[in-house]
Nanobody
Framework: QVQLVESGGGVVQVGGSLRLSCAAS????????MGWFRQAPGKEREFVAT????????FYADSVKGRFTISKDNAKNTLYLQMNSLKPEDTAVYYC???????????????WGQGTRVTVSS
């Protein structure tokens, strides 16, 4: 069974850090694009960051650029999102997702995890 499982969410104070993980299983993701999205209460899901598994090229939403870092561990088939300098507006459920090869940067994702909740308290 192909699946993505996120972990690492929690409650953190403003200015703090968290690292989210996304364990991928069931197939190799070496030719895929992997991404992080988030959905805040009452808002639509939005793109956060993406990485091309084979090349490691990254792209970020403006709202997180310079604060968040997406990375991967090929050996563990795991995706990460290091989040620093967290703000209250970062509060959301965070999802990892995969997209087939050659998909656009922010769309085309067709496999999703169940999400992990991040709450930034002031």
């Amino acid at each position: 069974q192909v699946q993505l499982v996120e972990s690492g969410g929690g409650v953190v104070q403003v200015g703090g850090s968290l690292r989210l993980s996304c364990a991928a299983s069931g197939r190799t993701f070496s030719s895929y694009r992997m991404g992080w999205f988030r959905q805040a209460p009452g808002k639509e899901r939005e793109f956060v960051a993406t990485i091309t598994w084979i090349s490691g090229n990254t792209f970020y939403a403006d709202s997180v650029k310079g604060r968040f870092t997406i990375s991967k561990d090929n050996a563990k088939n795991t995706l990460y999102l290091q989040m620093n300098s967290l703000k209250p507006e970062d509060t959301a459920v965070y999802y990892c997702a995969s997209a087939p090869p050659l998909s656009p940067v922010t769309t085309g994702y067709n496999l999703w995890g169940q999400g992990t909740r991040v709450t930034v308290s002031s």
